[in-house]
């Protein structure tokens, strides 16, 4: 009889695990990374800064909640019987006191390790210890790992981070899993059973349009990521999403540049994960961050990614599929002067083809919504005409009349 009832309990355990498992990011997750601003240059100190300005600066609110600690937090070696050990100088009261701050603030918590012997910054990595590490950081409380793909010779992706994600499920703490391959092995094709998001691109870098050559490696302004990867739609869905890489807004690109960046996030159905140093960010950053109108396109619970409709003369127009056959629309001027637009509804009609979702202003009559006035301008009956300066945008909501 006790055995029946031990058996029971562990089916029913693992039932409620199943459970919180699928219901893990089925909107894009939102939060903060240290790395676009910090590098290893992490410390309680900083974490502690930055959940504070979340709840000062209206972040959680507005939907932030995981606070994700990169590359760096750990020792240059693992102890004795092989465990990963928090840098006692940047850390001095352990990451299980910080998880505990951070969940105590109505928050939650991200880890990084990577895939390899060594993380990125020489760390050591999580290879031969997958579950022995998984085990630690479901001591420590962590919601959300981010697993990198450094130092990882003759390693198969498909292998390396599915027996992470199952370490993690054996640990039966609910966690997010973000697999940082930098979409070389095409993870939206085979990774939706093994984690939440994955990276469908190489490394962002805080400009409009660039190319950031390293010794070996490149990485991307806003432009170049958005449009790098325009066959990958089919994978992103709730509980699995494309992850073109985390927010530059703040970084010191212009206001404009960020609107269209932070826009262009919430066309594509991105993981909306700020970069910045938010405990510093200004008044006209935070407000772009906690635009309701946009974090409600990328929140969507169609949950279907945005496309490019088309690209003509520097004005790209890209167009995503919402609930209640509802759209967003996206227009980006890309040049360096101000552009006219002049879009007829009734001439032009937007088809998705790979969702046959469309856009026809003949048939149906759309009221607009400017998403960053909040206010409504027209309907679909007649043209859409205004100026967008250099490397901005206008991104409008259509719901029926």
């Given amino acids: 009889m006790k055995l029946i009832i ?76 092989g465990n990963l050990v928090p840098d006692p100088k940047k850390f001095p009261s352990g990451l299980k006191t910080l998880s505990d701050y951070i969940h105590s603030k109505g928050l939650k918590f991200g880890i990084y390790n990577c895939a390899g012997n060594k993380t990125c910054g020489g760390y050591p990595g999580s290879r031969g210890h997958e579950y022995q590490d998984a085990l630690m950081y479901a001591s420590w409380g962590v919601d959300y790992l981010k697993y990198d793909w450094c130092n990882t010779d003759k390693i198969n992706p498909i292998g390396a981070y599915t027996t992470m994600s199952e370490a993690i499920k054996a640990t039966k703490r609910p966690m997010i899993f973000s697999l940082c391959e930098w979409g070389n092995s095409e993870p939206w094709k085979w990774a939706k059973e093994v984690g939440q998001l994955w990276r469908s691109t190489g490394d962002i870098y805080p400009c409009f349009d660039c190319e950031f050559k390293h010794d070996n490696w490149s990485a991307w302004g806003i432009m170049k990521i958005a449009n790098m990867r325009q066959d990958n739609r089919r994978g992103a869905g709730p509980g699995h999403w494309n992850d073109p890489d985390m927010l530059e807004v703040g970084n010191g690109m212009s206001i404009s540049e960020d609107r269209a960046h932070f826009a262009l996030w919430c066309m594509m159905a991105a993981p909306l994960i700020m970069g910045n140093d938010v405990r510093k960010a200004s008044k006209e950053t935070i ?64 088809i998705d083809n790979v969702f046959k979702y469309n856009i026809n202003a003949k048939i149906n009559t759309y009221k607009i919504k400017d998403l960053l006035k909040n206010t409504f301008i027209l309907s679909t009956d007649k043209p859409l005409e205004t100026t967008i300066p250099s490397h901005d945008v206008l991104i409008v909501r259509l719901s029926k009349k």
């Fill in 287 to 350: 407000s772009l961050l906690t635009n309701k109108n946009l974090i409600a396109v990328d929140q969507d619970s169609l949950g279907m990614q945005g496309f490019r409709y088309s690209c003509k003369d520097s004005m790209e127009i890209w167009a995503r599929p919402l609930a209640n056959f509802e759209w967003a629309v996206c227009f980006i001027n890309t040049s360096s002067k101000a552009q006219k637009l002049s879009f007829n509804w009734q001439t032009e009609e937007i």
């Fill in 6 to 81: 031990s058996v029971l309990i562990t089916i029913s355990s693992f039932s409620i695990f199943a459970q919180n498992t699928e219901k893990l990011a089925l909107t894009p997750p939102m939060g903060w990374n240290s790395w676009n601003t910090f590098q290893t240059n992490v410390s309680e100190d900083l974490v502690k800064g930055v959940v504070d300005a979340f709840i000062r600066d209206g972040l959680k609110d507005a939907g932030y909640n995981y606070i994700v600690l990169d590359d760096g937090w750990m020792a240059m070696e693992r102890d004795a019987q």
